[in-house]
T-cell receptor
Framework: DAGVIQSPRHEVTEMGQEVTLRCKPI?????LFWYRQTMMRGLELLIY????????DSGMPEDRFSAKMPNASFSTLKIQPSEPRDSAVYFC????????????FGPGTRLTVL | GENVEQHPSTLSVQEGDSAVIKCTYS??????FPWYKQELGKRPQLIID?????GEKKDQRIAVTLNKTAKHFSLHITETQPEDSAVYFC????????????FGKGTLLTVNP
């Protein structure tokens, strides 16, 4: 299995632009998570899905952030409009569920907003 | 919500020595405590986890202990090697879900040859 796939790996954009981050979970996993990692705030859970349905979005910082999971093999995290303070590494992770709680992280997308 | 405190923030040891990282949590309902290792520029990877129905779990050179009464858990690495150098994160679940994790701020472990 290729593991969790994220694209792009790096994104540089200007303040005010729309940013879309993409994630493909491991096949067969029914949980998908979006995290943000910064030096100041550490690793934060933004939102997670179970069977394509958002379960908890309490970590989404504000209305500029939105996430969707249209099917079991694809999810997006969108920031519109982007701001410099959104600069971070965004990780997607997936989990099989059931008895196994292990979350497998993707390689991350490093976002820089100028 | 859950609050996870992790100490120390940095730890430097000599190769072959032991390393201990400690975490405390606030949600008494937490029952799942994973530890992740993140090498520089890489993704976090699970190295060991423990559930509240056990007090200790070992996997080769790595062990985790849990004290539910005191709400703290620790990671122990014995016979450290240079490849153990990384940032280690503890986490605890909250909200009644094994999947909603709150992470500590991380410990940068450096193992000097």
């Amino acid at each position: 299995d290729a593991g969790v796939i994220q694209s792009p790996r790096h994104e540089v954009t200007e303040m005010g632009q729309e940013v879309t981050l993409r994630c493909k979970p491991i096949s067969g996993h029914d949980y998908l998570f979006w995290y943000r990692q910064t030096m100041m705030r550490g690793l934060e859970l933004l939102i997670y899905f179970n069977n394509n349905v958002p379960i908890d979005d309490s970590g989404m910082p504000e209305d500029r952030f939105s996430a969707k999971m249209p099917n079991a093999s694809f999810s997006t995290l969108k920031i519109q409009p982007s701001e410099p303070r959104d600069s971070a590494v965004y990780f997607c992770a997936s989990s099989f569920g059931g008895y196994s709680d292990t979350q497998y992280f993707g390689p991350g997308t490093r976002l820089t907003v100028l | 919500g859950e609050n996870v405190e992790q100490h120390p923030s940095t730890l430097s040891v000599q190769e072959g020595d032991s390393a201990v990282i400690k975490c405390t949590y606030s949600d008494s309902a937490s029952n799942y405590f994973p530890w992740y290792k993140q090498e520089l520029g890489k993704r976090p990877q699970l190295i060991i986890d423990i559930r509240s129905n056990v007090g200790e779990k070992k996997d080769q050179r790595i062990a985790v202990t849990l004290n539910k009464t005191a709400k703290h858990f620790s990671l122990h690495i014995t016979e450290t090697q240079p490849e153990d150098s990384a940032v280690y994160f503890c986490a605890a679940n909250s909200g009644g879900s094994n999947y909603k994790l709150t992470f500590g701020k991380g410990t940068l472990l450096t193992v000097n040859p």
